[in-house]
């Protein structure tokens, strides 16, 4: 059974870093465009960033481009998610997911994970 399962949500102050991961199970992350997602309360969900499984590059949001990195260890099957100086803006709830191909801005996600709460606040 598919599954993806994340962990690293937290509070953290503004300014704050912030590692978030994500364990994938029954399939191979290579073989899908995988990434996160962010859903913030009384707001529609937003694709944060993705490595597509077309070309292998990752591609980021414009909210977050310049404070956050994504990472993928393959052999372990798990994918990461680093963020630096956050914003209160940046308290959501984060989603790993798995798409088939193209980006998560083009393709609706096969898999999800059940989301970790990032809460930016003093």
């Known amino acids: 059974q598919e599954q993806m399962v994340e962990s690293g949500g937290g509070l953290v102050q503004p300014g704050g870093s912030l590692r978030l991961s994500c364990a994938g199970s029954g399939f191979r992350f290579d073989d899908y465009s995988i990434g996160w997602f962010r859903q913030a309360p009384g707001k529609t969900r937003e694709a944060v960033v993705c490595?597509?499984?077309?070309?292998?590059?990752?591609y980021y949001g414009d909210a977050v481009k310049d404070r956050v990195s994504i990472w993928v260890d393959a052999a372990k099957n798990s994918l990461g998610l680093d963020m630096k100086d956050l914003k209160a803006d940046d308290t959501a709830v984060y989603y790993c997911?798995?798409?088939?191909?193209?980006?998560?801005?083009?393709?609706?996600?096969?898999?999800w994970g059940q989301g970790t709460q990032v809460t930016v606040s003093t």
């Open positions: 997911a798995a798409a088939k191909s193209g980006t998560l801005w083009t393709t609706e996600p096969k898999f």
């Open positions: 490595i597509s499984s077309d070309d292998r590059l990752a």
